[in-house]
Structure formats: C-alpha cells, structure tokens
C-alpha cells in the first residue's frame, strides 16, 4: 500500500540505532555529514561514517551492550577505511572492554559526546577518493528511498 504526507511509516529503532542517530546530531555540531550502515568492502558494514569539513573519515562503531560489543570480530577492519576510529556506547557501558587507542563517545538517542579522541592515521588519497565516492552515493541513495519509499531499485 502506498505512503502519503497523511500516514507515514512509523520506525522503531533499535539500541545500536539509537546510539548511531545520537552520534550523527552530536558529529553535526562539529560540521560532518554522517551515513549509517555504509559498506566500505565486501563483508564490513559500519555503522556510522563522517565526513568532515576537511575531508576527513570517522568511523563509529555503535555498541549497546556488553554481548555486542564481544560478538564483533570485524572491527579491526574497519581501521583502514578512515583517518579516525571511534566507539559510541550510553553511559553504562563499560568502557573498560573497549581497546586503548580508539575514539570513545558516549552517546545516547538524542546526542553525544566525545570523551576520548583517537590518534589520526590518515588515509591515503586514492583510497580517500573511493571513500567519499562511497559516502556520496550511499547518501544520494538513502535520499532518493526516502523521497520515493515505494520504489525498489536494484544497487547490488
């Protein structure tokens, strides 16, 4: 059935999802354009890429919980695919788990903050240039599906 301006689709976000929306408001503040769920390489999928003023790549990893947190083995690989590498987590969670080195930012559904930045490691250029390829496309894409919910394009 077809969506209208008179009855929208209602979207219950989970945990994690809450904490990505959070990080994106507090990230906005400091002038970055934020994607969520954007897949740099085939088998990773991060849950919130930045792009900043300057051009640079955040990647924050979203974990609500303990066993999340531990049940994710790719993360490391994610390192390469940004200048800076950050977890977001709500206020209970226990940041001892979360390896020395990178970003921390405790977030909640409506903002955040960043308690730990993490040491720069810049990218290269051509891998920067797929980077903001990537974002831009994946952006204009998210646009498009929101404008127009009922269409269902084929961008495998």
Known sequence: MPQD?????VICLQPGQLLAR????????????????????R????DVMALGPKGEIWIVECKSSRADFTS??????????????????????PTDLLPEGTGL??????GGEIIRMPDETKLAAARRKVM??????HAARRLHVL?????????S
Not at 5 to 9: E, G, I, M, S, T
Not at 43 to 46: D, E, N, Q, T, W
Not at 105 to 110: G, L, R, S, T
């Open 132 to 137: 903001v390829q990537k974002f831009a496309f």
């Open 22 to 41: 959070g990080v994106s408001r507090h990230l906005a503040g400091y002038g970055f354009a934020c994607v969520e769920e954007l897949v740099p390489a």
């Open 72 to 93: 994710d083995s790719k993360w490391q690989g994610y390192l390469e695919w940004a200048d800076r590498f950050f977890w977001a987590v709500d206020e209970n969670f």
């Open 105 to 110: 930012i405790i977030a909640d559904a409506y």
């Open 5 to 9: 301006d008179l009855h929208p689709r």
């Open 43 to 46: 088998g990773l999928r991060v």
């Open 147 to 155: 404008r127009d919910p009922d269409m269902m394009p084929d961008w």
